[in-house]
């Protein structure tokens, strides 16, 4: 064995064989995918600060909750278009990261709105028109 193939001195260094590609394709899809087991009721959560909308009173707290839903929305329509041409991971990776954070804003938001007593969505709702 040569000098340059291993050195056992006292710091115990010895070279290492070169990494395999297919574990380190391997590692980087368990870390891509690290992020799917999450459950939903975590991963927005953690995003958020849980006093964030503790100073807002009923009538701004149900505005910020509408534009909530609207940005919810929309990005569950980007991530389903994604999904149906065939690009699910890049739908996932590029939007997946604001629809959990929109979804954590609304957990907190109706967390707070029920502690102050306020209604967010209006008794009288209908996605239907009278002409």
Not at 29 to 45: K, P
Request: a negative charge; charged letters at 25%.
């Amino acid at each position: 064995m040569a000098a340059s193939d291993h050195h056992d001195g006292a710091c115990g260094w010895a070279p290492r064989p070169a990494p395999n590609r297919s574990r380190l394709v391997a590692l980087f899809a368990a870390v891509a995918l690290a992020g799917c087991g999450l459950s939903e009721n975590t991963t927005g959560a953690l995003m958020v600060d849980p006093g964030h909308y503790e100073g807002y009173h009923c009538n701004e707290l149900t505005a910020l909750w509408q534009k909530l839903e609207a940005r919810e929305k929309d990005l569950r329509s980007h991530i389903e278009r994604a999904q149906e041409s065939g690009n699910a991971v890049i739908g996932t990776m590029t939007y997946r990261a604001d629809y959990e954070t929109v979804l954590g804003e609304q957990k907190v938001l109706q967390r707070t709105a029920a502690e102050k007593n306020c209604t967010l969505v209006p008794a009288y709702r209908s996605d239907q028109t009278i002409r």
